[in-house]
């Protein structure tokens, strides 16, 4: 299996910071993988798949890249409705395969 | 709109058996794989299964497989999940979730989530 890991597990933030998420797979899987946001309650909202493609309706301020192993989710100016956590997805091979989440707190 | 409702979410013991359905709406059923994924806080995000537009590919995790059976009903718009053999492990919040590939035995993952339908698995 694919393992994921993201890193930091946990950041705070301000209203207007830039914010860097990122998320390592244990072997190649070029560019696929996505990025889900899940706020307390919610089901999980899918943002960027093929590591860089914008989810239809997701804001301009959230972006990705990466290949390979080595995958960042930015965000530009963190606003107050992106407090959440957000977790990266493999789709290279089953099983499909979550990092284990990052959640972005207020500072 | 897309819309995922699950139900069937319930407390058993171990070793019973239970199906989850997921009733879609708002999109061409047919024309999509299907998936189920399950949450808990201590393991976060746990893809379970998969199943073709048409319903003849499945794919399992290796926790499930054998226990687990991924089904769909495209006349009634209806995804399952039949759980037998369940473990305390398998206590979770189970989402239904269509699958963002359109090409025929193209899977990729979840793009719309349902809201998940709770099962525990307890003495």
């Known amino acids: 299996d694919i393992q994921m890991t993201q890193s930091p597990s946990s950041v705070s933030a301000s209203v207007g910071d830039r914010v860097t998420i990122t998320c390592r797979a244990s072997q190649g899987i070029s560019r696929w993988l996505a990025w889900y946001q899940q706020k307390p309650g919610k089901a999980p909202k899918l943002l960027i798949y093929s590591a860089s493609s914008l989810q239809s309706g997701v804001p301009s301020r959230f972006s990705g890249s990466g290949s390979g192993t080595d995958f960042t989710l930015t965000i530009s100016s963190l606003q107050p409705e992106d407090f959440a956590t957000y977790y990266c997805q493999q789709a290279h091979s089953f099983p499909l395969t979550f990092g284990g989440g990052t959640k972005v707190e207020i500072k | 709109q897309v819309q995922l409702v699950e139900s069937g979410g319930d407390v058993v013991q171990p070793g019973r058996s239970l199906r989850l359905s997921c009733a879609a709406s708002?999109?061409?059923?047919?024309?999509?794989?299907m998936n189920w994924v399950r949450q808990t806080p201590g393991k976060g995000l746990e893809w379970v299964a998969v199943?073709?537009?048409?319903?003849?590919?499945?794919y399992y995790a290796d926790s499930v497989k054998g226990r687990f059976t991924i089904s769909r009903d495209n006349s009634k718009n209806t995804l399952y999940l039949q759980m037998s053999s369940l473990r305390p492990e398998d206590t979770a919040l189970y989402y239904c979730?269509?699958?963002?590939?359109?090409?025929?035995?193209?899977?990729?993952?979840?793009?719309?989530w349902g809201q998940g339908t709770l099962v525990t698995v307890s003495s």
């Open positions: 708002g999109f061409t059923f047919s024309a999509y794989a």
């Open positions: 979730a269509r699958d963002l590939a359109t090409a025929p035995n193209s899977y990729y993952g979840p793009d719309y």
């Open positions: 199943i073709s537009f048409s319903g003849s590919n499945k």
